[in-house]
């Protein structure tokens, strides 16, 4: 699962990197899944009534989870800022939507417009019936129609392939692993100071050496589950950028305007470690020569943008 | 025990062919909802012109062979429209659109038609509709695809066979496209 080398990307297609990226896509979702699975068992394994734990955990992530995915566009947009582009100087703007959702065979989105000069753009909603894309004043200044057409392809393939729901999906692993990780160790830790002794574990080396391994995973599964929830994002990213060339059947539209969005490098003022997933370019601030060690880009929202561009002019 | 096991195999066959053909039906309504798509976008392609050709007489009054070449190529593509013949309509598109071309490369040597509000208002939506129209056609040709591979591929074709679903056309741009365009200095 290596990502493609700079300057080394072989040619492509757009339906090829969509059926690629919808793999990886299911892999990490069934790895999260596993994950989710292993943490219960390990704390039902460790800890007397373990298993009610992990439910309730597994409950609570859910219903908070389903709360935010609900009220999704509401708050990505009062958040930001966002003010409905509303007016004659969006006319460009509201066309290029329209005639991009006909090719989708998507309802058109609510369209919004955030006041700020750096170009970046994102979508939102809990799915296409229910969706916004919002745009920056600086985006509309920068790109040019063929690029603006690239960037806002790609946010409608975001709505298209239900990318808030799959995140939501991945977030409630994410909570559920924590919770349970935290509530388990918890419990494991007290239960063995005011201990009652437990024949299960004490008693032979199979179990201790099983034990061992259960406290290993509480502690790391939490994360491994969120760098799987990052290297999901990056994974649906590469998507909208296939998903999008599929729309406009224009590879170079997108890929210039993710070489005016590198040339640029300003950061979004409104934009938060929060609701850096959801821009097309990852509006913090980060240099391309601090990315750091491969470590560090686990936690990435975005894939590089060279890696981007490559991908889109190979296809 | 036997009778279980025959009895949960007939209820997902069953399964399988009602979501399959539920499937077909949609993917056979998305085909002609597409095909009248196109219709709807080269109609407000019709709908804009008039008030082009009045905005541009405001100003070029004398040309009048350019107005007039847009004029008749938009009544034809409405006869074309209403006539039904896919290829006539095509046809009778490329021309309209060729005659547009004219009139805004026209209008390229009036600086006072092109500081128009009114003008630029239109040419954006001209610019904008054409590619409307070209993502109807290019989302027509993708339901074609997904319509005739789900009636072709197997187990489907069967069932495709027994209800009478039949494989469409794609938008084919009309022949004149491929030839290439003449440019005169």
């Known amino acids: ?315 | 025990m036997v009778v279980i096991v025959v009895i949960v195999v007939v209820v997902l066959i069953g399964l399988f062919l009602v979501v399959s053909y539920n499937g077909l039906v949609r993917s056979r309504n998305t085909v002609d909802s597409a095909a009248s798509q196109i219709e709807v976008q080269q109609k407000r392609r019709y709908d804009l012109i008039p008030n082009l050709i009045e905005t541009v007489k405001g100003y070029a009054a004398h040309e009048r062979q350019t107005l007039e070449a847009v004029t008749n190529a938009r009544s034809n593509a409405i006869n074309a429209q209403q006539g039904g013949d896919v290829g006539q309509q095509a046809a009778a598109e490329n021309v309209l659109s060729g005659a547009l071309k004219s009139l805004f490369a026209v209008a390229e040597a009036y600086p006072d038609l092109k500081a128009n509000q009114n003008f630029l208002n239109l040419q954006e939506e001209l610019t904008s509709t054409e590619d409307r129209i070209a993502y109807s056609r290019q989302f027509f040709n993708d339901a074609v695809l997904k319509y005739n591979n789900a009636i072709q591929t197997f187990p489907r074709n069967v069932l495709a066979g027994m209800f009478n679903f039949s494989r469409r056309g794609f938008f084919d741009a009309a022949p004149e496209t491929d030839a290439p365009p003449q440019v005169r200095f």
């Open chain 1, 1 to 315: 699962m290596t990502e493609p080398e700079l300057g080394a990307v072989e040619r492509t297609s757009y339906e090829t990197e969509i059926n690629r990226n919808r793999r990886r896509t299911l892999l990490i979702l069934a790895g999260l899944f596993v994950l989710t699975v292993l943490v219960g068992l390990a704390v039902d394994y460790l800890v007397h009534g373990g298993l009610v734990v992990a439910v309730l955990a597994l409950v609570i992530a859910i219903v908070m989870a389903w709360v935010a995915y609900f009220k999704s566009d509401a708050v990505a947009l009062a958040v930001s800022r966002a003010r409905p582009a509303d007016g004659p100087e969006f006319r460009r703007y509201h066309n290029l939507v329209d005639g991009l959702c006909i090719a989708a065979g998507v309802p058109k989105p609510r369209l919004f417009v955030v006041d700020d000069p750096a170009p970046n753009a994102f979508a939102t909603g809990r799915d296409p019936e229910h969706a916004a894309i919002a745009v920056t004043t600086g985006l509309l200044a920068t790109m040019n129609r063929v690029e603006l057409e690239g960037v806002l392809a790609h946010e409608l393939s975001h709505i298209k392939n239900y990318d808030i729901l799959i995140q939501t999906v991945a977030v409630v692993a994410v909570g559920a692993i924590a919770l349970m990780s935290d509530l388990g160790l918890r419990i494991l830790f007290w239960s063995s100071i005011f201990g009652d002794d437990d024949d299960r574990q004490n008693n032979n080396p199979a179990g201790i050496v099983v034990a061992v391994l259960a406290v290993a995973l509480l502690v790391l599964a939490p994360l491994g589950a969120v760098g799987m929830q990052f290297a999901l994002s990056r994974r649906r990213e590469y998507l909208a950028d296939a998903q999008a060339v599929a729309f406009t059947r224009y590879p170079p539209g997108l890929a210039s305007a993710l070489r005016k969005l590198q040339a640029d490098g300003a950061v979004v003022r409104s934009a938060t470690k929060a609701t850096a997933q959801m821009w097309i370019e990852t509006p913090l601030d980060v240099r391309p020569d601090e990315r750091g060690a491969r470590l560090n880009r686990m936690f990435d929202t975005h894939p590089p943008l060279e890696e981007r561009i490559a991908l889109l002019e190979a296809m």
